[in-house]
């Protein structure tokens, strides 16, 4: 089993819609939980950050993590078309070796 | 800016050349980490150094690759004798501490003909 899996989609939605990003992992050592946003062509880019399971609001963006499930999301409510991107999930157990997953490929249709 | 700075934004290079790759992380920042990025794939972490240490350079191949963080100057990633399956986006990551969030260049498109 790989130590973080994600759904590579591609997902399509319409603008406006909430869109739901997922990954899971494996070692239950893992505290800390980004989710990255990475244009083409471009590095990624830290969106939200947490260590705790729950949720953490920013913006248009809510990150929630389950970690009796092994299982975080982020959502994106009232999406745009410069939401359109690749999201990663990045975990790391307070080692320095920090993990992704393969990344979500969302495009949000005007 | 104080991102991350990486350089060059491309390279090309021919089989057997050697691919020298700069990162000079954000200010204040003494973590440096390098990642590589292929086609459909999600980023592989490399090595991780510290200021003139290497802490750990378990994602790293074992021939052809090294990575230093000299006291002055930026990180180097080097590659001897580059092969064709070495052509990646190769991204470098600094934090201001282990725990840290790591804040990304934007990266090294290596092509090797």
């Known amino acids: 089993q790989k130590e973080v899996e994600q759904d590579p989609g591609p997902l399509s939605v319409p603008e406006g819609a909430i869109v739901s990003l997922n990954c899971t992992y494996s070692?239950?050592?893992?505290?800390?939980f980004m989710w990255y946003r990475q244009y083409s062509r471009k590095g990624p880019e830290l969106l939200m950050y947490t260590y705790s399971s729950g949720n953490k609001e920013d913006g248009r963006f809510t990150a929630q993590v389950d970690k009796s499930s092994k299982y975080i999301s982020l959502f994106i409510r009232d999406s745009q078309p410069s939401d359109s991107a690749t999201y990663l999930c990045?975990?790391?157990?307070?080692?320095?070796?920090?993990?992704f997953g393969k990344g979500t490929k969302l495009t949000v249709n005007p | 800016n104080a991102g991350v700075m990486q350089n060059p934004r491309h390279l090309v290079r021919r089989r057997g050349q050697e691919a020298r790759l700069r990162c000079s992380p954000m200010k204040g920042h003494s973590h440096v980490y390098w990642y590589r990025q292929l086609p459909e794939e999600g980023l592989k972490f490399m090595v991780y150094l510290q200021k003139e240490n290497i802490i750990d350079e378990s994602g790293m191949p074992k021939e052809r690759f090294s990575a230093e963080f000299p006291k002055e100057g930026p990180s180097i990633l080097r590659i001897q004798q580059v092969v064709r399956g070495d052509s990646a986006a190769y991204f470098c990551a600094s934090s201001r501490t282990e725990n840290q969030p790591q804040h990304f260049g934007d990266g090294t498109r290596l092509s090797i003909l």
């Open positions: 070692n239950s050592a893992f505290q800390y």
């Open positions: 990045g975990i790391f157990g307070g080692s320095e070796k920090l993990v």
